[in-house]
């Protein structure tokens, strides 16, 4: 059974429907990669799985629906969003940033026992961990954003775009990181990317995405072949 | 000089009022977005239930610490059932809200207890302490200790407890802070509640000397928001900072300056504000406001 399932999924905001329908799994342990233009809905289908855009149809997670709940109540499953823009504090501290992370397993503790594994991928957040995230450059600021989301130890990582408006050696880092989480701890990600070259490289499968519906899937090493993919993405 | 270090401990008395006001307009102002324009007559309501507690025999300090709790309490509800539902609706619908919410305390007031002056017990005692010739009133250092120490106590709250941290993180984005698993709802209650915490120690520390009827808290509400806006209106330290300012300035004026006397304090307190505005349009602690084009 895959741990995370869509099906026939529908989404919209007031009159506007965004999500036609979309089918997707995760399996435990994979990292699939979402496609597709500007206004495709990948930042939508996250929302879906999240709670936070007013859907229809099957989603499931663990073999639970996740129909009804709450956006509280589906990070408390394990979910880790982190959302387009990346959702960070500006106004706190690095630290605090990290702190609000382990909020949903209870902070005090969570903090303690996870913090260390957490730096140990981003050495450079333990010198800055008093200063107001805001003043963090951008690929410091999506850095920051990863490793909130795995201050809670998610059971599922879904990232939105975190290759957006930075330099490509930083872009390669964080994929790295993400590959590394994947491979060393088995943690499954579900990442949204226009950059399709770097995602198709880190990701097992993906699914493109064409207004709202999903037009091509398949193995990662596949789409990078499939001549629409290679035409429309990736740019040769 | 001594009688200038007197009236320098006074405004800071009646600033610290203000500026226990003026924080709790801010703490609603961070999270809802809007001026709270009921935070006057929330006040005066938990002031009024401190009255009748005592009234009915309870001392001072007990009555003190179940208004606050009562405060808190009826800021969550207010929250929960007056704001909710309009929580989503543009600024100017919430504002009005509020001033519905002004009424209706203000009427409620004084169908329970009538529109008639009433005193109000003062915890300190009524004498004064003279360090090096200058003659402090005990009551004002009193009221400044309790409104301080509430101050300090809440900045603690905020400063070191999870749910503190949550708060302010929802204030700053609560759809980022949903994604998180905090609870936005009740965190803006909990807002609310602090609120109204804060409302009620400005009420109870000012009553003693302003007295108890349905309006106590309009002319300290205007100087709250004066403080509040002085401090930046974001701004917690602003507030505090802005408050314990303007009591200082508006008591020193009213005093040497002849024409201002106890009339014109008023639209004293709102030139001193209009020409820091001018100066410093995003007030002492504020952010800037910077609009992208
Ligand atoms: N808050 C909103 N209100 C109304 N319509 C929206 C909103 N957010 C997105 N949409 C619409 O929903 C559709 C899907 O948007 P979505 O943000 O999911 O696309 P996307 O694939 O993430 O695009 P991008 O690559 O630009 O981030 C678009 O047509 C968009 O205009
Ligand atoms: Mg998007």
Request: aromatic share 8%; glycine share 10%; net charge neutral.
């Amino acid at each position: 059974m895959p741990l995370l399932e869509l099906s026939g999924v529908e989404a919209r905001y007031g009159p506007i429907k965004a999500l036609h329908d979309v089918t997707l799994t995760l399996d435990d342990g994979e990292v699939v990669a979402l496609l597709g233009a500007n206004g495709a809905g990948k930042t939508t289908t996250l929302r879906a799985i999240s709670g936070t855009v007013r859907r229809s149809g099957n989603v499931s997670f663990g073999g639970r629906s996740l129909g009804r709940r709450s956006p509280e109540s589906i990070a408390k499953l394990g979910i880790a969003h982190v959302p387009e823009g990346r959702g960070l504090f500006p106004e706190l501290t690095v630290w605090e940033n990290l702190r609000m992370g382990a909020y949903v397993r209870g902070e005090r503790k969570t903090i303690r026992a996870e913090a260390p594994r957490v730096l140990g991928y981003f050495p450079w957040l333990e010198e800055r961990k008093t200063q107001q995230a805001g003043t963090l450059s951008g690929g410091e600021q999506q850095m920051l954003a990863l490793a909130r989301a795995l201050v809670s130890r998610p059971r599922l990582l879904m990232l939105d775009e975190p290759s957006l408006g930075l330099a490509p050696t930083i872009v390669a880092e964080i994929f790295r990181i993400v590959r590394e989480l994947n491979t060393e701890d088995g943690l499954s990600v579900l990442v949204v990317e226009q950059n399709a070259k770097i995602a198709l490289e880190s990701s097992a499968r993906a699914y493109v995405l064409e207004v709202g519906r999903v037009a091509v899937e398949g193995a990662s090493a596949e789409l990078e072949r499939h001549e629409g993919v290679r035409k429309s993405y990736l740019g040769y | 000089m001594a009688e200038f270090a007197q009236q320098i401990v006074s405004g800071l008395a009646s600033g610290a009022i203000y500026a226990s006001l003026a924080l709790a307009l801010v703490l609603i102002y961070r999270s809802t977005d809007v001026i709270n324009f009921a935070q006057g007559e929330m006040a005066t309501f938990t002031t009024y239930t401190a009255w009748s507690l005592m009234h009915h025999g309870m001392s001072y300090w007990p009555a003190f610490a179940l208004t606050l709790a009562i405060a808190f309490a009826g800021g969550v509800a207010v929250e929960r059932v007056v704001i909710r539902p309009v929580e989503r609706r543009p600024e100017l619908v919430i504002v009005i809200v509020t001033i519905g919410l002004l009424l209706t305390i203000n009427a409620t007031i004084g169908w329970i207890w009538g529109a008639d002056v009433k005193a109000f017990d003062s915890p300190f005692p009524n004498n004064t302490w003279d360090v090096h010739s200058v003659t402090i009133s005990v009551q004002d250092v009193g009221t400044l200790g309790v409104c301080l120490l509430t101050v300090f106590l809440l900045w603690g709250f905020f400063r070191f407890t999870t749910v503190g941290l949550a708060m302010r993180a929802v204030a700053i984005n609560p759809n980022a802070s949903r994604l998180l698993a905090v609870r936005v709802g009740w965190m803006l209650a909990l807002g609310w509640g602090l609120a109204a915490v804060l409302g009620a120690v400005a009420g109870m520390m000012a009553a003693p000397t302003v007295f108890l009827d349905p309006s106590m808290m309009l002319v300290i509400l205007i100087y709250a928001f004066a403080a509040a806006v002085l401090g930046g209106i974001d701004s917690p330290a602003g507030a505090v900072v802005g408050g314990l300012s303007l009591g200082v300035v508006i008591n020193l004026l009213s005093r040497y300056v002849n024409f201002v006397g106890t009339e014109l304090r008023l639209p004293t307190a709102l030139a001193v504000l209009l020409v820091v505005l001018i100066i410093r349009p995003q007030g002492l602690f504020g952010h800037k406001v910077v609009r992208r084009v």
